[in-house]
T-cell receptor, first 113, second 111 residues
Framework: DADVTQTPRNRITKTGKRIMLECSQTKGHDRMYWYRQDPGLGLRLIYY???????NKGEISDGYSVSRQAQAKFSLSLESAIPNQTALYFC????????????FGPGTRLTVL | QKEVEQDPGPLSVPEGAIVSLNCTYS??????FMWYRQYSRKGPELLMY????GNKEDGRFTAQVDKSSKYISLFIRDSQPSDSATYLC???????????FGEGTQLTVNP
């Protein structure tokens, strides 16, 4: 089984809808991240969490919220989806031990019509 | 201006070629430098990790960092079709802090 899983893998929704993307990990890592990937812009950090009680905004948090329900679960919500939130979304995890290797999930392709 | 600039390509080379991938950056506080590889429809995975200036070699891959020029490179020797992927550079100011990624270079190695 994959160490970092994301659900759903693909989602098409309409403008104004509330959407939740979920991430689970079995790696036992404290740190979890949400990124979006767009052509020409690369990976950009939306939110990150260094432990269950720690939530931090990233580079592009407007229009998004997160919830760290447990060490292993980190959800990303789009409160009112808009077309420019169409992107590939990745969850990642890491544990600090001298380097910051991040382990990525398989991604969720979100289309907002 | 982006903090990290990376030529998106696409780059197409014949099998066996030496490939050079590069990133430039503007933040002089970056000290830790990484290369991630991303296959189609997959998440990125760490390929190389280096600290400060210098070279690091791992098999057919060599990572170079020149902090004075704010320039990093990844060299792939004897490239293989299985190396076809998008390569993203990433960097951070202190170990364990936030990563800043380049946009990625799409590489195709033709048999």
């Amino acid at each position: 089984d994959a160490d970092v899983t994301q659900t759903p893998r693909n989602r098409i929704t309409k403008t104004g809808k509330r959407i939740m993307l979920e991430c689970s990990q079995t790696k036992g890592h404290d740190r979890m991240y949400w990124y979006r990937q767009d052509p020409g812009l690369g990976l950009r950090l939306i939110y990150y969490s260094f432990d269950v009680k720690d939530i931090n905004k990233g580079e592009i948090s407007d229009g998004y919220s997160v919830s760290r329900q447990a060490q292993a679960k980190f959800s990303l919500s789009l409160e009112s989806a808009i077309p420019n939130q169409t992107a590939l979304y990745f969850c990642a995890t890491s544990v600090y031990h001298g380097d910051n290797e991040q382990f990525f999930g398989p991604g969720t392709r979100l289309t907002v019509l | 201006q982006k903090e990290v600039e990376q030529d998106p390509g696409p780059l197409s080379v014949p099998e066996g070629a030496i490939v050079s991938l590069n990133c430039t950056y503007s933040n002089s506080a970056f000290q830790y430098f990484m290369w991630y590889r991303q296959y189609s429809r997959k998440g990125p995975e760490l390929l190389m990790y280096t600290y400060s200036s210098g070279n690091k070699e791992d098999g057919r891959f060599t990572a170079q960092v020149d902090k004075s020029s704010k320039y990093i490179s990844l060299f792939i020797r004897d490239s293989q079709p299985s190396d076809s992927a998008t390569y993203l550079c990433a960097m951070e100011e202190t170990s364990g802090s936030r990563l800043t990624f380049g946009e990625g270079t799409q590489l195709t190695v033709n048999p």
